[in-house]
């Protein structure tokens, strides 16, 4: 018994003596022997003679087996354990990166309640998008690699919205709120590694011509099986000018910026969106924001922007266009790229006081693209008026149109009409400017301005705003329409700054969003309950939504107005004030600290019929609509993409070899990260 004891506290011992770090096969062992005088004995029904590694004196043969085959097993999950344990952080590519995935679908499917499953599927989606960063990161994201993380990718962010219908409502909220941000952390990750990565994101351009304007001379070659092609250049900075690639393949011609010398300027310019390609005739806008090399911000000042190539129109005129910026010294300007000959290098002019030179704010490229056949139900937009100067917005799905037109009444949406029916709603309006003029107030409304067109979707902004002493009011509505749908989404975003809290205590409906008007003969009825209107028009009625009902409906024979607010909506009315003429969310009990609120709320004009697939589609979540705007302020989704080596930047002046990598932007292999 002595002799046991020994040999227990020595292999205690051993254990405990960090500092030589025992390898792992001898650590096994000394873990394994610690248990196995136990179990032998246990097994042999008597003391043993002795401790060792190995079956033990006067075993019999089926405990000498039945131990062996324990130590095995033991040896085994403690071996694939270290393994498993090894593997969390691998990468595609690599060896344990199996054994990582393998795990996760036990895991998975190893829970069984919807909400904790739907939330287990979106952790395994946010893991594939740090692993993508991690590639990126260090520079060895390869296509092979990309398309797996994308394959999974898809396959888990799909398996969490399937899973989320089944949760409890309240649940399903927060899981669409988190598969939302992780769809946009995903559309900007895409984005960024098209520009800083194309390798991983984009196919390359085999068999593309190329041809290398500016820097002192013209070349044209062909690109090779990996989209290269080289070309001996003038970096010199006051060269001939920046270097620029007219590229053509499958159809396209494109003019990219491939490097243009900064210019010396005595301010800060930066565009939203930035340099990029647009395609040829399709207006996109951008916003200039303009401060002084001090950081002072150009507030409140005149600018002149042109194109001296004439190779594109600003707010549909050739030439020099004249803008004013407001408070944070920003200003927009609507571009449309008329030929793909040459870059349009935008300039601006600074009058601070008189007119100074503030040099090139804006590059940009155009692509010719094959005409596309027309899409059943795309989205048709038209307006009157441009930039500024807008009048009116209308668009259309075939399903149902939507008319924006400036007001200064609050009007969001002018009216929506439904194809085939004579019938109309609206207007939605948002009651600022009426509540203003009740404390002595005035509002300012800027808008409808569009916002993006890109045959998918559509969408346009109307902004308003009320001082409130040393801050104010502002309220940002959104409203897009998309391709298939028979609903418009309106998106609100209210900012109170300022002493806005003392305003909003004594006049509460400041903060109400999305009136709508009730026409006169139409029938009511809240979450599916038919309401009777009020009998006078002083009058109103707090109608509070069943849970997980959150939508009304206005019927005039079999015609109605649906407005629904989606699980996804970063906040739900509680109840909806309805008055003889009206109805709309009821405002909330105090403004938040940060004075930012925020609704969503999609409204449609159907038949009867179709009232349930909107309901349900607002309760399962629409996602972010905003996010189809992707394509058209990024309109290089029809043309290429071409990375310089070595960056032009690290030249020194002269004449150098460089080496042009084509991608063709119309070809992702990341499809599977591509927004639906």
Same mark, same amino acid.
């Given at each position: 018994?002595?002799?046991?004891?020994?040999?227990?506290?020595?292999?205690?011992?051993?254990?405990?003596?960090?500092?030589?770090?025992?390898?792992?096969?001898?650590?096994?062992?000394?873990?394994?022997?610690?248990?196995?005088?136990?179990?032998?004995?246990?097994?042999?029904?008597?003391?043993?003679?002795?401790?060792?590694?190995?079956?033990?004196?006067?075993?019999?043969?089926?405990?000498?087996?039945?131990?062996?085959?324990?130590?095995?097993?033991?040896?085994?999950?403690?071996?694939?354990?270290?393994?498993?344990?090894?593997?969390?952080?691998?990468?595609?590519?690599?060896?344990?990166?199996?054994?990582?995935?393998?795990?996760?679908?036990?895991?998975?499917?190893?829970?069984?309640?919807?909400?904790?499953?739907?939330?287990?599927?979106?952790?395994?989606?946010?893991?594939?998008?740090?692993?993508?960063?991690?590639?990126?990161?260090?520079?060895?994201?390869?296509?092979?690699?990309?398309?797996?993380?994308?394959?999974?990718?898809?396959?888990?962010?799909?398996?969490?919205?399937?899973?989320?219908?089944?949760?409890?409502?309240?649940?399903?909220?927060?899981?669409?709120?988190?598969?939302?941000?992780?769809?946009?952390?995903?559309?900007?990750?895409?984005?960024?590694?098209?520009?800083?990565?194309?390798?991983?994101?984009?196919?390359?351009?085999?068999?593309?011509?190329?041809?290398?304007?500016?820097?002192?001379?013209?070349?044209?070659?062909?690109?090779?099986?990996?989209?290269? &092609?080289?070309?001996?250049?003038? =970096? !010199?900075? *006051? /060269?001939? +000018?920046?270097?620029?690639?007219? %590229?053509?393949? #499958?159809?396209?011609?494109?003019?990219?910026?491939?490097?243009?010398?900064?210019?010396?300027?005595?301010?800060?310019?930066?565009?939203?969106?930035?340099?990029?390609?647009?395609?040829?005739?399709?207006?996109?806008?951008?916003?200039?924001?303009?401060?002084?090399?001090?950081?002072?911000?150009?507030?409140?000042?005149?600018?002149?922007?042109?194109?001296?190539?004439?190779?594109?129109?600003?707010?549909?005129?050739?030439?020099?266009?004249?803008?004013?910026?407001?408070?944070?010294?920003?200003?927009?300007?609507?571009?449309?790229?008329?030929?793909?000959?040459?870059?349009?290098?935008?300039?601006?002019?600074?009058?601070?006081?008189?007119?100074?030179?503030?040099?090139?704010?804006?590059?940009?490229?155009?692509?010719?693209?094959?005409?596309?056949?027309? &899409?059943?139900?795309?989205?048709? =937009? !038209?307006? *009157? /008026?441009? +930039?500024?100067?807008?009048?009116? %917005?209308?668009? #259309?799905?075939?399903?149902?149109?939507?008319?924006?037109?400036?007001?200064?009444?609050?009007?969001?949406?002018?009216?929506?009409?439904?194809?085939?029916?004579?019938?109309?709603?609206?207007?939605?309006?948002?009651?600022?400017?009426?509540?203003?003029?009740?404390?002595?107030?005035?509002?300012?409304?800027?808008?409808?301005?569009?916002?993006?067109?890109?045959?998918?979707?559509?969408?346009?902004?109307?902004?308003?705003?009320?001082?409130?002493?040393?801050?104010?009011?502002?309220?940002?509505?959104?409203?897009?329409?998309?391709?298939?749908?028979?609903?418009?989404?309106?998106?609100?975003?209210?900012?109170?700054?300022?002493?806005?809290?003392?305003?909003?205590?004594?006049?509460?409906?400041?903060?109400?969003?999305?009136?709508?008007?009730?026409?006169?003969?139409?029938?009511?009825?809240?979450?599916?309950?038919?309401?009777?209107?009020?009998?006078?028009?002083?009058?109103?009625?707090?109608?509070?939504?069943?849970?997980?009902?959150?939508?009304?409906?206005?019927?005039?024979?079999?015609?109605?107005?649906?407005?629904?607010?989606?699980?996804?909506?970063?906040?739900?009315?509680?109840?909806?004030?309805?008055?003889?003429?009206?109805?709309?969310?009821?405002?909330?009990?105090?403004?938040?600290?940060?004075?930012?609120?925020?609704?969503?709320?999609?409204?449609?004009?159907?038949?009867?019929?179709?009232?349930?697939?909107?309901?349900?589609?607002?309760?399962?979540?629409?996602?972010?609509?905003?996010?189809?705007?992707?394509?058209?302020?990024?309109?290089?989704?029809?043309?290429?993409?071409?990375?310089?080596?070595?960056?032009?930047?690290?030249?020194?002046?002269?004449?150098?070899?460089?080496?042009?990598?084509?991608?063709?932007?119309?070809?992702?292999?990341?499809?599977?990260?591509?927004?639906?």
């Amino acid at each position: 018994m002595m002799d046991e004891k020994k040999d227990i506290d020595l292999i205690e011992r051993i254990k405990s003596v960090d500092r030589y770090r025992p390898r792992a096969m001898f650590r096994i062992k000394v873990a394994v022997g610690s248990r196995l005088p136990s179990y032998g004995l246990a097994l042999a029904g008597r003391k043993s003679p002795r401790l060792g590694w190995g079956p033990q004196v006067g075993w019999t043969w089926p405990v000498r087996v039945v131990a062996a085959a324990a130590m095995a097993l033991l040896v085994g999950i403690l071996i694939f354990s270290g393994l498993v344990a090894a593997s969390s952080g691998s990468l595609p590519g690599q060896t344990l990166y199996g054994l990582k995935r393998f795990r996760e679908h036990v895991d998975l499917a190893l829970t069984s309640s919807p909400a904790e499953k739907a939330q287990r599927y979106l952790t395994l989606a946010s893991a594939r998008l740090a692993e993508l960063d991690t590639l990126s990161q260090k520079g060895i994201i390869d296509s092979d690699s990309a398309r797996s993380i994308a394959s999974d990718y898809a396959a888990e962010t799909s398996g969490a919205a399937k899973v989320m219908k089944q949760a409890a409502s309240p649940q399903s909220q927060a899981l669409a709120r988190q598969l939302d941000a992780l769809q946009t952390q995903k559309d900007n990750m895409v984005r960024r590694l098209a520009a800083a990565s194309p390798a991983g994101v984009l196919a390359e351009a085999e068999g593309a011509r190329v041809e290398l304007k500016g820097g002192g001379g013209q070349a044209s070659a062909t690109t090779d099986g990996d989209g290269k &092609v080289s070309f001996t250049a003038d =970096v !010199t900075g *006051a /060269g001939a +000018g920046g270097l620029e690639a007219k %590229v053509q393949a #499958d159809g396209r011609t494109a003019i990219v910026p491939v490097y243009q010398p900064s210019s010396g300027a005595r301010y800060t310019v930066t565009a939203e969106p930035g340099n990029r390609v647009l395609k040829v005739n399709e207006p996109v806008t951008f916003t200039l924001k303009i401060s002084r090399l001090d950081g002072t911000l150009f507030a409140l000042g005149q600018v002149r922007l042109s194109d001296p190539t004439m190779t594109c129109t600003l707010d549909g005129r050739t030439g020099a266009v004249a803008a004013r910026t407001d408070e944070t010294g920003s200003c927009a300007v609507t571009i449309t790229k008329t030929s793909v000959e040459q870059v349009s290098p935008i300039t601006l002019q600074v009058a601070d006081p008189g007119w100074v030179d503030a040099g090139v704010v804006l590059r940009l490229g155009g692509v010719q693209a094959p005409s596309a056949a027309p &899409v059943a139900g795309a989205v048709q =937009v !038209t307006s *009157a /008026g441009m +930039g500024a100067d807008l009048q009116q %917005v209308v668009m #259309d799905n075939g399903l149902v149109k939507v008319t924006a037109e400036r007001s200064d009444d609050g009007a969001i949406v002018t009216a929506m009409t439904r194809s085939g029916s004579a019938a109309q709603c609206g207007p939605l309006y948002d009651p600022l400017p009426s509540q203003a003029k009740l404390i002595g107030r005035s509002v300012t409304t800027s808008g409808p301005r569009l916002l993006f067109s890109n045959g998918r979707a559509a969408g346009y902004e109307t902004v308003l705003e009320m001082p409130a002493g040393d801050g104010s009011i502002s309220k940002d509505y959104k409203v897009f329409l998309s391709s298939g749908d028979r609903f418009a989404t309106v998106q609100c975003r209210i900012e109170a700054t300022g002493s806005a809290d003392a305003l909003f205590a004594s006049t509460p409906g400041l903060v109400c969003t999305s009136m709508l008007r009730i026409p006169a003969a139409a029938s009511i009825a809240v979450g599916g309950h038919e309401v009777a209107k009020p009998q006078t028009p002083e009058g109103s009625t707090l109608l509070s939504f069943d849970i997980g009902n959150p939508y009304f409906t206005l019927t005039q024979g079999q015609d109605v107005t649906v407005a629904a607010f989606p699980i996804d909506s970063e906040t739900y009315p509680q109840s909806l004030t309805l008055t003889t003429d009206s109805i709309c969310p009821t405002p909330p009990a105090t403004i938040p600290a940060d004075g930012i609120m925020s609704q969503t709320m999609v409204m449609g004009l159907l038949d009867k019929g179709s009232v349930d697939a909107v309901v349900s589609r607002a309760r399962m979540g629409i996602g972010d609509p905003s996010l189809a705007a992707n394509t058209s302020t990024d309109q290089s989704g029809e043309g290429f993409s071409v990375v310089v080596d070595p960056p032009l930047e690290e030249l020194a002046n002269g004449k150098q070899k460089i080496t042009l990598t084509v991608y063709k932007q119309y070809q992702k292999v990341l499809s599977g990260f591509r927004s639906q």
